[in-house]
């Protein structure tokens, strides 16, 4: 059920000098409590909206710049048929970024703005693409893992707070959970083949564990976001927590395909139910976010050179919506 309630108090008060921003914000964070969508038009905090941007414009580029890693490898992937479904898995990326982008326009933030503060450096993206795929093992190692980890973020993100972000990420879920099927049966094939086939797949696990579990943030005490975030109900989970979830579902899976984690101090602690896991090393984390991670420069330079070679096509589409309307213009 949506805010249609919200909605007319909006734009009443917009008319009404006595109803002020404390009644406007108590009836939002109502709303929000009762588990009722925002939309668009409705009333909503200022620091909410700036907060939405940033997330989901973020996410959006993650998706754009998530293409790079694996798009890498579809002109050698190993078979015609390994080479249609990566091309579709990166295909997919692309248009997750493109309903993350018009989730972010509703709040009234233009795509030339995002796409501005990506090439400018100025925007963040997630740190995991800033690694080399250097291996066909690692194509397997990002379904499994990163997908994994982006559908256990993004599963909770199903019931934020903003319908827009909220529905996009209904669909991205499903499709998500596709490429981490894929990945998951790369790493399979590989961990069952040869001795060298089972050592690609075992160092793209040990190059992929640990950034994959900084792609949750930091930690609890560490994010600045979370607290207010929990609140407006557009996280449900902290960083920490979701971390754990993902440590839970994935150690089983590796010794499914007989692959080691890369952490000594990983155990299994009866007493909690979960796995307690080693210490991450947030000082590579913070590098890769200051830009100085293994391909951030790579990344950058390869969305502005994709972003000039498609001036010619923006510049004939602006071409033809120009003529469409002169051509209505005369009509008329
Ligand atoms: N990398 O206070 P918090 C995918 C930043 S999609 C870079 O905890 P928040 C699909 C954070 O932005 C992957 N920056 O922040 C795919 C903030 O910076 P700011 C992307 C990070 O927002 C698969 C600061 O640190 N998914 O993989 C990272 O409450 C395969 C403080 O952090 C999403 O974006 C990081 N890992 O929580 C595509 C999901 N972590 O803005 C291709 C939606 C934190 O203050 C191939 N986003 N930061 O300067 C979220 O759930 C949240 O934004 C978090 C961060 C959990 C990422």
Known sequence: M???????????????SKADTATLEARFQATVDADEKIEPKDWMPDAYRQTLIRQISQHAHSEIVGMLPEGNWITRAPSLKRKAVLIAKVQDEGGHG?????????????????????LSGAAKYSSIFNYPTPTWADVGAIGWLVDGAAIMNQIPICRCSFGPYARAMVRVCREESFHQRQGFEIMMMLAQGTPEQQRMAQDALNRWWWPSLMMFGPSDGQSRHTAQSMKWKIKRFTNDELRQKFVDTTVPQAEYLGLKMPDPDLKWDPQSGHYNFGVIDWSEFQAVLKGNGPCNRERLEARRKAHDDGAWVREAAMAHAEKQ????????
């Open 98 to 118: 493109m309903y993350l982008y018009s989730a972010a326009e509703t709040l009234g933030v233009s795509r030339d703005q995002l796409q501005q503060q990506l």
């Open 325 to 332: 309307r002169a051509r209505q213009t005369q009509a008329a």
């Open 2 to 16: 949506y805010t249609q309630g919200l909605d007319s108090l909006g734009k009443e008060a917009l008319h009404n």
